[in-house]
């Protein structure tokens, strides 16, 4: 491996803790850059690679987010322990189900999400979270158990749906939802590297210097949601969406 690929995957690596800690959508940018820049190395190396660059700034984002964001812990714990056994789940699913017959479905579940966060211009707005009732606690383990399930079967988007799912059926707003997914998608990449780490597939030269600027880019984009709100966050996520849109409609047309 040479050194200007190191580097170019190391500025990938930024850019994606960067947005990955606002809205999510960090796979876009860091997984892709791996695949062409190391298309010799084989995929389960590349994946291992992926999602311990990708946990270590979403641990940093987490703390942050801790620390300057007040989130109900009754719901969040609750969404992401079930994302967590879920996401191992679904990654069992794919030896039996091919995952690209869920990408026409995918499709229209992103574009009536992008629609209805661009028609409704309050969306997220305003934080109408009160208190973790019972039906809360009952909707986060669904959401985290869905969501799981999907992000350990297939992946693109999770963040996305787990924001719009916690504004939607919890109540939160841009700021907190953010941080809600950014908190359940740290388990869902930690079931994965349950896998991953013990069957030998990390490249730790590359994975650990990749770990270090996601967590530079973590930090400046926890800083950002913070500092410009919720409407910051809700412009980018529209944009994530639509990049997520057009992804996969080019891999159902020409893959």
């Known amino acids: 491996m040479h050194n200007y690929q190191i580097l170019s995957l190391c500025l990938f690596a930024f850019l994606a803790g960067l947005i990955d800690s606002i809205v999510g959508g960090g796979g876009l940018i860091q997984l ?8 010799d190395t084989a995929l389960p190396l590349l994946l291992g690679t992926n999602k311990l660059a990708s946990i270590a700034g979403t641990f940093v984002a987490v703390i942050r987010f801790l620390l300057q964001i007040k989130m109900n812990f009754a719901i969040v714990t609750t969404a992401a322990i079930a994302a967590f056994i879920f996401s191992f789940l679904g990654a069992r699913t794919v030896s039996i189900l091919n995952p ?31 208190e973790a009732t019972t039906k809360k606690i009952i909707y986060a383990a669904i959401i985290g158990s869905s969501i799981g399930f999907y992000d350990g079967f297939l ?101």
């Open 32 to 39: 892709p850059a791996l695949l062409i820049i190391l298309p």
């Open 155 to 255: 992946g693109p988007g999770t963040g996305s749906f787990l924001i719009f799912a916690f504004i939607g059926v919890i109540g939160f707003d841009f700021l907190r939802a953010s941080a809600s997914a950014k908190f359940v998608n740290f388990c869902t990449n930690l079931a994965a590297l349950v896998y991953f780490i013990p069957s030998g597939n990390v490249i730790y030269n590359l994975a650990i210097p990749m770990a270090i600027c996601n967590i530079g880019g973590a930090i400046i984009g926890t800083k950002l949601a913070i500092l410009k709100g919720n409407k910051f966050i809700r412009n980018l996520f529209l944009i994530i969406v639509s990049t997520l849109i057009i992804k996969l409609a080019y891999d159902i047309m020409f893959s």
């Open 100 to 130: 690209k017959l869920l990408h026409p479905l995918i499709l229209i579940l992103l574009v009536a999400v992008a629609i209805y966060t661009f028609i409704k211009k309050d969306f997220g707005s305003q934080h109408k979270f009160y």
